[in-house]
């Protein structure tokens, strides 16, 4: 291994990677993997088309996936009560057929394989260079799968979820746990994400250096150590 070969101009050993809208694409894999369950499942029957069905999970989704994260709702109910509310919003109460729909969800998204654009060649540039980490609030069972399918597993040495580690981001222990798996020393780590609050704040409350992904140009106020609209722009930083 050549790992010292390439120069350097920080002291960054350690990179850790939000997954989820930073590396792999949520939204696109998200669409692609609810189109399939519209047509298996002939939802037509109940929504006018498929981007409504689409629209509509994904806005109870996030309210709901809010309260599982604040701990006000367990994963077991989160996996159907997403589908559950979204057809009774159109007529259909039938928790069965909500159960059904949100196992096929978990099984079917993780194996889309869209990536942010610049995805692998930002990857192949810093694992010649640092140890390369992910801290997730995602599933256990679906990240591992996600990162294998998208054929981007080999680049990290710890995979570190919130129900691994016990705590989600922002939270400090999340980002306190994956450090001391990966036995790195805060001064020598930087955190990459496109969640201002959980990544980005939640790294620097807990005192790493951080890169928002913020390719929406949300405005906000914050002291950020670096911001970029699109990955490769982190070649040139790091
Ligand atoms: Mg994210």
């Known amino acids: 291994m050549i790992l010292n070969f390439f120069y350097r101009h920080n002291a960054y050993n350690h990179v850790f990677f939000d997954l989820d809208r930073t590396l792999w694409d949520f939204e696109q894999n998200m669409r692609d993997a609810l189109r399939d369950i519209f047509a298996e499942h002939k939802l037509d029957s109940i929504f006018p088309d498929s981007t409504t069905f689409i629209e509509s999970f994904d806005r109870n989704n996030h309210y709901l996936w809010d309260k599982y994260l604040k701990g006000e709702l367990s994963k077991d109910v989160l996996r159907y009560k997403r589908f559950e509310v979204t057809l009774e919003q159109f007529g259909c109460k039938n928790t069965p057929l909500a159960k059904a729909l949100g ?8 194996l889309k394989t869209a990536l942010v654009p610049g995805t692998h060649e930002l990857l192949e540039y810093l694992s010649e260079r640092y140890i390369l980490h992910i801290i997730s609030n995602g599933f256990q069972e679906v990240q591992l799968p996600k990162l294998q399918r998208s054929n981007i597993d080999h680049f990290f040495r ?10 989600h981001k922002p939270d400090k222990r999340a980002f306190g ?4 798996k990966a036995n790195a020393r805060k001064n020598e780590s930087i955190m990459i994400g496109d969640d201002l609050d959980a990544d980005i704040l939640g790294a620097k409350n807990f005192g790493i250096d951080q890169i928002f992904y ?3 140009k949300i405005l906000h106020n914050q002291r950020i150590t670096y911001e970029v609209r699109d990955l490769k722009e982190i070649i040139r930083v790091l």
């Open 214 to 216: 913020n390719p929406k």
């Open 103 to 110: 196992e096929e969800y978990l099984a079917i998204m993780p």
């Open 158 to 167: 710890w995979v570190i979820t919130s129900e691994y580690s016990g705590y």
């Open 177 to 180: 746990f994956a450090l001391s």
